[in-house]
């Protein structure tokens, strides 16, 4: 069984980073849009190009596709050999963390890894041997700051999503008129693979998603997450037009949810739990399963 290790930031830990790389390889990295975009200019390209060449499932998770390596992983495919990552000034915050773990619940922040013994170790033995940090020096020295922030202004606009699905199916009639299947799709999108829902949601949704044409925000992820919240509204309501027949509802709805789930899964959530979570909260207000 797995055991999470919880960590206070004045906990010390041999936490400098080694030279070896073996953090990157055969790991998941999944990404929000802010995240995509700092790594795009990191690497001198367009978000779109970035993602087309280096990401999966649309953009939520970087491409794991380089030269095995440690235990003949394959390395991440912005490791380059004898070098490092090629993108280090905009690398995400799963990387600036590792082999730290980040939870929020509410107003609650833990930092974390998993199992009793401190991970690295067995790959990176070296940094026994290195001064050792405490947690608070290692997050300030990784620069992470901004990129917490953008993974919380994320999580915020993922649930505002999951809101207008609740919206959709709670307040049109939808849920009153005896819907049953509403609840249904939810729970089949939590379920699904990454590739299923991200055909499921089609190319022009991924894309608004996950490349939003913000003009101005990299130096601000606040910003940037609400001119990315304003768009997806805007072409929400632009899509939807007049809803007047249960199906237009539904699908709505449904789209709604299907984008926040993926979104979800780049934030390194468990889409079947979100779903199960957000099913058992419609049932709460009257939605039938």
Same mark, same amino acid.
């Given at each position: 069984?797995?055991?999470?290790?919880?960590?206070?930031?004045?906990?010390?830990?041999?936490?400098?980073?080694?030279?070896?790389?073996?953090?990157?390889?055969?790991?998941?990295?999944?990404?929000?849009?802010?995240?995509?975009?700092?790594?795009?200019?990191?690497?001198?390209?367009?978000?779109?190009?970035?993602?087309?060449?280096?990401?999966?499932?649309?953009?939520?998770?970087? @491409?794991?596709?380089?030269?095995?390596?440690?235990?003949?992983?394959?390395?991440?495919?912005?490791?380059?050999?004898?070098?490092?990552?090629?993108?280090?000034?905009?690398?995400?915050?799963?990387?600036?963390?590792?082999?730290?773990?980040?939870?929020?619940?509410?107003?609650?922040?833990?930092?974390?890894?998993?199992? @009793?013994?401190?991970?690295?170790?067995?790959?990176?033995?070296?940094?026994?041997?290195?001064?050792?940090?405490?947690?608070?020096?290692?997050?300030?020295?990784?620069?992470?700051?901004?990129?917490?922030?953008?993974?919380?202004?994320?999580?915020?606009?993922?649930?505002?999503?999951?809101?207008?699905?609740?919206?959709?199916?709670?307040?049109?009639?939808?849920?009153?008129?005896?819907?049953?299947?509403?609840?249904?799709?939810?729970?089949?999108?939590?379920?699904?693979?990454?590739?299923?829902?991200?055909?499921?949601?089609?190319?022009?949704?991924?894309?608004?998603?996950?490349?939003?044409?913000?003009?101005?925000?990299?130096?601000?992820?606040?910003?940037?997450?609400?001119?990315?919240?304003?768009?997806?509204?805007?072409?929400?309501?632009?899509?939807?037009?007049?809803?007047?027949?249960?199906?237009?509802?539904?699908?709505?709805?449904?789209?709604?949810?299907?984008?926040?789930?993926?979104?979800?899964?780049?934030?390194?959530?468990?889409?079947?739990?979100?779903?199960?979570?957000?099913?058992?909260?419609?049932?709460?207000?009257?939605?039938?399963?």
């Amino acid at each position: 069984m797995s055991v999470t290790t919880k960590l206070t930031l004045t906990d010390n830990l041999p936490l400098t980073c080694s030279r070896s790389g073996t953090c990157c390889h055969g790991k998941t990295v999944r990404l929000n849009p802010w995240e995509l975009a700092c790594l795009s200019e990191a690497k001198g390209l367009t978000p779109r190009a970035f993602r087309d060449q280096y990401c999966d499932f649309g953009g939520i998770q970087l @491409r794991f596709d380089g030269a095995p390596g440690w235990r003949q992983q394959p390395a991440c495919s912005q490791y380059v050999p004898d070098f490092g990552c090629s993108v280090h000034l905009g690398r995400p915050l799963a990387c600036r963390l590792y082999p730290l773990g980040r939870q929020r619940q509410g107003e609650e922040l833990h930092y974390m890894h998993q199992g @009793r013994d401190f991970p690295c170790l067995e790959g990176c033995p070296e940094v026994l041997h290195l001064p050792q940090l405490s947690i608070a020096a290692y997050i300030e020295g990784q620069a992470t700051k901004r990129f917490e922030v953008a993974q919380d202004e994320y999580l915020e606009l993922m649930q505002n999503l999951a809101d207008s699905a609740f919206a959709l199916l709670l307040e049109s009639g939808l849920a009153e008129s005896g819907d049953r299947q509403t609840l249904r799709l939810w729970r089949e999108m939590g379920r699904e693979e990454p590739e299923q829902l991200q055909v499921r949601l089609g190319p022009q949704w991924i894309d608004l998603l996950m490349l939003p044409e913000v003009t101005d925000g990299l130096h601000d992820p606040v910003a940037f997450s609400h001119q990315h919240h304003d768009l997806l509204l805007l072409k929400a309501q632009e899509s939807f037009g007049t809803l007047d027949k249960v199906a237009d509802f539904r699908k709505a709805s449904e789209l709604m949810m299907g984008l926040a789930l993926h979104l979800g899964r780049g934030l390194g959530a468990n889409p079947a739990e979100l779903a199960e979570h957000w099913i058992k909260t419609a049932k709460e207000h009257g939605a039938l399963d």
